[in-house]
C-alpha cells in the first residue's frame, strides 16, 4: 500500500478550549485506520486556529482525503468554515462529512457544494470502504457501501443503512494520535485531572428528540471488562486520570451485563459521572447498589423529560412520572445526586406542559434539593432520508406560532442559522411565543439562582450564597417575572450554566 494514503480527520470547534475533552469520534476513526492508513487529527476545540492548520496540513503534506465529524448546533457553522475553505483552496481533495448531522441530515449534507460524500450512523467500516474506493479510483463500487450518501452526477443516492456493530469495543482507543493527552484532562466538580470516556455506544431506545434514535437504531453493545480495566488503567496509571465523566449513551441497561462493569468500577474507585435511565437504575438489586456505592459514582444525568404519562408515551421515552420521583429517592438514600433533565414547550400543549413541568420540579426540590435540574425545549428531530421518517414527522403535525407545517431546513447553511442552531441545541423552537420563552427564562434564572449547581467549582461560596439568599422569596413564592436583580447578579458572579459547558 502506498505509504502516500493519508487522511486527515478534523474535529471542528464546538466548545470552549476549558471544556475540551477527548475528541473520541475521530479518535476512534483513526483506530479503526490503523493499519491501512497514516492519519492525523487536528482538534478545533483545542487549536483555536485549526482552519489556519488544517490548510498547512494539507499544503505540507499529501492528504488523500478530509474527514470531518459533524454535530449539528454550535459545530455546524465551524464544520462549514473548513470544509468551504478546503473544497476552496484544495477543490480536488474528497470532503467527507460522518457524525450525527450528517446521518440525521444526509440530503441536506451532501448537496452542500464542499462535501463529497455523508457517512451515515456509525463510521468506521463505511469510512474504511469508501477510502478504498477513492484511493483505487473505483467509483463504481460506491452504491455497494452500506451507510453511504454520496451523488450520481445530479443525483443523490441514499445507499442502504449499514447495520449495528461492535467492532469499535475491540480495541483501545489511539490516544498517541493526540499531540498531548494530559491537556484534555479538567479540573471539575468530580476531581482535578477528569476525563472524558466512552465505555459503550448506542441505545436501545428510540426517543424522537434524541440523535442516538437515530444514530443507533435502537442497538447498544458494551464493552467486555477486560477492555474496560485496560483503558481505565492507562488512564489512571499514564495519564494522571483521578475522575471520569461517561459519555455512554445508556450508562445503566441490563443487571446481567451492568454487574461486571460495576466491579472494575469499584475496583479503581474513580469518581464517576454517567447518563443513566430511571427504570434502569430502579432495577438494580441491592448488591448493585452496593458496586455502585464503592465504585463513587457522584452523579447521573436522567431524562426525566416530562411529569406527563402521555407525553412520555408519544416521544417513545419508555419511563413514567413515578419512576422519577421514586428514582429520585432512590438516589438520595444512596449518596447519588441525581441530574435530571426536562423538555419543555413541547408543540402540543406549550404553556400548560411548561407550567406542570414547573410545579414537578418544585416537587422534587421538596424531596431531594439537591437534585440538579437541566431545563430544554422540545425539540423533534427533523425527518430523515427514509420514506419512513418522512412520514413520522409528517404525522406529528407540527407547527409555527403562524399555524402552518413546521418547515426545516433543507441546507446545511440554513440549519447553521442562529434559530436553527438553537433548535439543534433545544435552546428554541418555532412554536413559542415571546411571553413563554421570557417565562421558561425567568423560570430558569429563578431556579438556577435559588439552587446553584453543585459543579460549579469556579464561583466563591459568598457569591452562590448571596445568590440563594437573593432567590428565595421569588422562588417561595412563585414570582419569576423579570429577575432583573438575580440577571445582574450572575453577571457579576458568573455563574456556571452546565447546560453549556457540562462538568
Given at each position: 500500500?502506498?505509504?502516500?494514503?493519508?487522511?486527515?480527520?478534523?474535529?471542528?470547534?464546538?466548545?470552549?478550549?476549558?471544556?475540551?475533552?477527548?475528541?473520541?469520534?475521530?479518535?476512534?476513526?483513526?483506530?479503526?485506520?490503523?493499519?491501512r492508513?497514516s492519519?492525523?487529527?487536528?482538534?478545533?476545540?483545542?487549536?483555536?486556529?485549526?482552519?489556519?492548520?488544517?490548510?498547512?496540513?494539507i499544503?505540507?503534506?499529501?492528504?488523500?482525503?478530509?474527514?470531518?465529524?459533524v454535530m449539528?448546533?454550535?459545530?455546524?457553522?465551524?464544520?462549514?468554515?473548513?470544509?468551504?475553505?478546503?473544497?476552496?483552496r484544495?477543490?480536488?481533495?474528497?470532503?467527507i462529512?460522518?457524525?450525527?448531522?450528517?446521518?440525521?441530515?444526509?440530503?441536506?449534507?451532501?448537496?452542500?457544494?464542499?462535501?463529497?460524500?455523508?457517512?451515515r450512523?456509525?463510521?468506521?467500516?463505511t469510512?474504511?470502504?469508501?477510502?478504498?474506493?477513492?484511493?483505487?479510483?473505483?467509483?463504481?463500487?460506491?452504491?455497494?457501501?452500506?451507510?453511504?450518501t454520496w451523488k450520481?452526477?445530479d443525483?443523490?443516492?441514499?445507499?442502504?443503512?449499514?447495520?449495528?456493530?461492535?467492532?469499535?469495543?475491540?480495541?483501545?482507543?489511539?490516544?498517541?494520535?493526540?499531540?498531548?493527552?494530559?491537556?484534555?484532562?479538567?479540573?471539575?466538580?468530580?476531581?482535578?485531572?477528569t476525563?472524558?470516556?466512552?465505555?459503550?455506544?448506542?441505545?436501545?431506545?428510540?426517543?424522537?428528540?434524541c440523535?442516538?434514535a437515530?444514530?443507533?437504531?435502537?442497538?447498544?453493545?458494551?464493552?467486555?471488562?477486560?477492555?474496560?480495566q485496560?483503558d481505565?488503567?492507562f488512564?489512571?496509571?499514564?495519564?494522571?486520570?483521578?475522575?471520569?465523566?461517561?459519555?455512554?449513551?445508556?450508562?445503566?441497561?441490563?443487571e446481567?451485563?451492568?454487574?461486571?462493569?460495576l466491579?472494575?468500577?469499584a475496583?479503581?474507585q474513580?469518581?464517576?459521572?454517567?447518563?443513566a435511565?430511571?427504570?434502569a437504575?430502579?432495577?438494580?438489586?441491592?448488591?448493585?447498589?452496593?458496586?455502585?456505592?464503592?465504585s463513587?459514582l457522584?452523579?447521573?444525568?436522567?431524562?426525566?423529560?416530562?411529569?406527563?404519562?402521555?407525553?412520555?408515551?408519544?416521544?417513545?421515552?419508555?419511563?413514567?412520572?413515578?419512576?422519577t420521583?421514586?428514582?429520585?429517592?432512590?438516589?438520595?438514600?444512596?449518596?447519588?445526586i441525581?441530574?435530571?433533565?426536562?423538555?419543555?414547550?413541547?408543540?402540543?400543549?406549550?404553556?400548560?406542559?411548561?407550567?406542570?413541568t414547573?410545579?414537578f420540579?418544585?416537587?422534587?426540590?421538596?424531596?431531594?434539593?439537591a437534585?440538579?435540574?437541566?431545563?430544554?425545549?422540545?425539540?423533534?428531530?427533523?425527518?430523515?432520508?427514509?420514506?419512513?421518517?418522512?412520514?413520522?414527522?409528517?404525522?406529528?403535525?407540527?407547527?409555527?406560532?403562524?399555524?402552518?407545517?413546521?418547515?426545516?431546513p433543507?441546507?446545511?447553511d440554513?440549519?447553521?442559522?442562529?434559530?436553527?442552531?438553537?433548535?439543534?441545541?433545544?435552546?428554541?423552537?418555532?412554536?413559542?411565543?415571546?411571553?413563554?420563552?421570557?417565562?421558561?427564562?425567568?423560570?430558569?434564572?429563578?431556579?438556577?439562582?435559588?439552587?446553584p449547581t453543585v459543579?460549579d467549582?469556579?464561583?466563591?461560596?459568598?457569591?452562590?450564597?448571596t445568590?440563594?439568599?437573593?432567590?428565595?422569596?421569588?422562588?417561595?413564592?412563585?414570582?419569576?417575572?423579570?429577575?432583573w436583580?438575580?440577571?445582574?447578579?450572575?453577571k457579576?458572579?458568573?455563574?456556571?450554566?452546565?447546560?453549556?459547558?457540562?462538568?
Amino acid at each position: 500500500m502506498s505509504t502516500r494514503r493519508h487522511i486527515l480527520l478534523i474535529n471542528p470547534t464546538i466548545t470552549s478550549r476549558r471544556s475540551a475533552r477527548f475528541p473520541l469520534a475521530v479518535m476512534s476513526l483513526a483506530g479503526a485506520l490503523d493499519g491501512r492508513y497514516s492519519t492525523s487529527i487536528i482538534d478545533g476545540n483545542i487549536d483555536r486556529d485549526f482552519i489556519a492548520t488544517t490548510v498547512r496540513k494539507i499544503t505540507e503534506e499529501w492528504v488523500d482525503a478530509v474527514g470531518i465529524t459533524v454535530m449539528g448546533g454550535p459545530q455546524l457553522p465551524t464544520a462549514i468554515a473548513v470544509s468551504s475553505v478546503i473544497r476552496e483552496r484544495f477543490p480536488s481533495v474528497p470532503i467527507i462529512w460522518g457524525g450525527y448531522y450528517p446521518t440525521i441530515c444526509a440530503t441536506p449534507s451532501i448537496t452542500s457544494p464542499y462535501v463529497d460524500y455523508v457517512v451515515r450512523g456509525q463510521g468506521e467500516e463505511t469510512l474504511a470502504e469508501l477510502l478504498e474506493a477513492i484511493c483505487a479510483g473505483q467509483r463504481h463500487e460506491l452504491s455497494a457501501i452500506t451507510g453511504l450518501t454520496w451523488k450520481r452526477e445530479d443525483e443523490v443516492m441514499h445507499n442502504q443503512d449499514r447495520p449495528f456493530s461492535a467492532a469499535r469495543l475491540a480495541t483501545m482507543l489511539p490516544f498517541d494520535k493526540l499531540d498531548n493527552p494530559t491537556q484534555y484532562l479538567s479540573r471539575t466538580y468530580l476531581g482535578r485531572r477528569t476525563a472524558g470516556y466512552q465505555a459503550a455506544f448506542g441505545c436501545r431506545f428510540r426517543c424522537t428528540f434524541c440523535g442516538v434514535a437515530r444514530m443507533f437504531n435502537g442497538k447498544t453493545a458494551l464493552p467486555s471488562d477486560a477492555r474496560l480495566q485496560q483503558d481505565l488503567r492507562f488512564l489512571k496509571q499514564q495519564l494522571g486520570v483521578d475522575a471520569i465523566q461517561f459519555y455512554d449513551h445508556n450508562f445503566f441497561d441490563r443487571e446481567v451485563d451492568m454487574v461486571p462493569l460495576l466491579e472494575i468500577l469499584a475496583k479503581y474507585q474513580l469518581p464517576w459521572w454517567c447518563f443513566a435511565r430511571s427504570d434502569a437504575l430502579l432495577n438494580l438489586s441491592e448488591r448493585s447498589w452496593g458496586l455502585v456505592g464503592k465504585s463513587r459514582l457522584r452523579m447521573a444525568y436522567i431524562g426525566a423529560e416530562s411529569p406527563s404519562d402521555w407525553l412520555l408515551h408519544d416521544i417513545r421515552k419508555g419511563t413514567r412520572r413515578d419512576q422519577t420521583l421514586e428514582v429520585v429517592e432512590r438516589c438520595r438514600s444512596q449518596g447519588v445526586i441525581p441530574e435530571l433533565s426536562f423538555m419543555l414547550a413541547p408543540p402540543q400543549d406549550p404553556e400548560g406542559e411548561t407550567e406542570k413541568t414547573f410545579d414537578f420540579i418544585r416537587r422534587i426540590k421538596r424531596m431531594h434539593p439537591a437534585t440538579e435540574i437541566m431545563l430544554y425545549i422540545y425539540t423533534p428531530l427533523p425527518p430523515g432520508h427514509s420514506t419512513r421518517q418522512v412520514a413520522s414527522r409528517a404525522a406529528l403535525d407540527i407547527r409555527g406560532r403562524d399555524g402552518r407545517p413546521l418547515e426545516f431546513p433543507v441546507t446545511a447553511d440554513d440549519w447553521a442559522r442562529p434559530e436553527w442552531v438553537d433548535y439543534w441545541c433545544h435552546k428554541d423552537a418555532p412554536w413559542l411565543t415571546e411571553k413563554l420563552r421570557r417565562r421558561i427564562l425567568d423560570f430558569t434564572t429563578v431556579l438556577g439562582c435559588r439552587f446553584p449547581t453543585v459543579t460549579d467549582i469556579r464561583s466563591p461560596p459568598w457569591a452562590k450564597s448571596t445568590l440563594r439568599a437573593l432567590a428565595s422569596w421569588r422562588y417561595r413564592y412563585q414570582k419569576y417575572h423579570r429577575p432583573w436583580e438575580l440577571d445582574l447578579s450572575k453577571k457579576l458572579v458568573r455563574l456556571r450554566d452546565p447546560r453549556a459547558s457540562s462538568l
